[in-house]
């Protein structure tokens, strides 16, 4: 079965700091894919990223940046210097390449960034 | 113009009616999908269609039915509301990959449903 765990449930942070969000998956499947939305307190759920498991490649997004680690099963994402208009609820997710496309999302991360 | 859309956005009614959330979208793509968000912000996929065709149903009562009457628009009609069905309730899409995998679903802007 394939599960996706973000043990942290909220983080809260001075503006500018840097902040990791962790994910960890779990899945049998050799091929995968791995997301990440943002829920803000609009709550709509914006697209950030999607990373094939076949690229290792870290990414960076202007003061995004993803860490894909297959070898821990982890895909994390930091925020560099981080605003207060980064302050939403992150989703990291995971969809299969077998059978119909359905995409197992972790309970989320609530982060907040004060001013 | 909205790639997802999904109204009504707000939707109170009492227990035992029956209701109705609408999606549509215009981005082309081939499947779509219903989540159901709690209120601990669990996010958990209730159906999916490819082309008109259900293809995931998630163990879902089946006081929900969804209902595809083409490949951009896809309802869900809840039946005899209960309580534990408030939730806000996202309609998404994809485009579909023949060779397999997993492609971007991009998400409306959610029906939160409120059960008295």
């Known amino acids: 079965a394939q599960k996706v765990t973000q043990a942290q449930t909220e983080i809260s942070v001075v503006e500018k700091e840097d902040v990791t969000l962790d994910c960890v998956y779990e899945?049998?499947?050799?091929?995968?894919?791995l997301f990440w939305y943002k829920q803000p307190p609009s709550g709509e759920l914006v697209f950030l990223i999607r990373?094939?498991?076949?690229?290792?490649q870290n990414e960076i997004s202007g003061r995004y940046s993803w860490n894909f680690q297959k070898s821990t099963s982890s895909f994390n994402f930091t925020i560099t210097a981080s605003q207060v208009v980064d302050s939403a609820v992150y989703f990291c997710?995971?969809?299969?390449?077998?059978?119909?496309?359905?995409?197992?999302f972790g309970q989320g991360t609530r982060l907040t960034i004060n001013p | 113009d909205t790639a997802v859309s999904q109204t009504p956005k707000y939707l109170v009614t009492q227990m035992g009616n029956d209701k109705s959330i609408k999606c549509e979208q215009n981005?082309?793509?081939?499947?779509m999908y219903w989540y159901k968000q709690d209120s601990k912000k669990f996010l958990k996929i209730m159906f999916s269609?490819?082309?008109?065709?259900?293809?995931i149903n998630e163990t879902v009562p089946n006081r929900f039915s969804p209902k595809s009457p083409d490949k951009a628009h896809l309802n869900l009609h809840i039946n005899s509301l209960e309580l534990g069905d408030s939730a806000v309730y996202f309609c998404?899409?994809?485009?579909?990959?023949?060779?397999?995998?997993?492609?971007?679903?991009?998400f409306g802007p959610g029906t939160r449903l409120t059960v008295l």
């Open positions: 981005l082309g793509h081939d499947t």
């Open positions: 899945t049998r499947d050799t091929t995968y894919y």
């Open positions: 997710a995971l969809g299969s390449t077998q059978g119909a496309q359905k995409l197992v």
């Open positions: 998404a899409s994809s485009q579909e990959m023949t060779s397999g995998g997993s492609d971007t679903q991009y």
């Open positions: 990373r094939n498991s076949f690229d290792e």
């Open positions: 269609y490819n082309n008109k065709e259900l293809i």
